[in-house]
């Protein structure tokens, strides 16, 4: 029952995730197109997304991307995830990543980065025993 509860809570929270990523998508594609000061315009960009709990952690699903393009990995397992680099298209508005974690008690952590052209560029942390973590980046 106790294992029943814990899913479902963290579905609720991925879906709540998933929702903010894709509001994000949907307010980046209402901007003004023949403006040249939109940020990224013009260049491609390699993006890692990284998600480091602490230890007994175990990382269980993220989703990550950039713009309205996300992909979702499952059945993950242990303390540290990496996605591989993603090229982003000329012109790319966004990257965003969510992941869910369960801790070992109350005190575990959870933080998610997004690495762009090697250089960290944002991150989003979580605590407690049902971890959820999120970020998103403007380039």
Known sequence: MKKMRMSQLLRGRFVVLLATMFIGFVSSCSKDDDDDNTPGSGKSHKVVFKAIASTGADIDVAVYGIDGNPTTATS???????????????????????VNAIGVDASATLKVQIWVDGELKKEGTSSGQYLSASASYTF
């Open 76 to 98: 993950l397992s242990g303390s540290t995830w990496s996605s591989p680099e993603v090229t982003s298209e000329a012109g790319a508005y966004n990257a965003n990543v969510a």
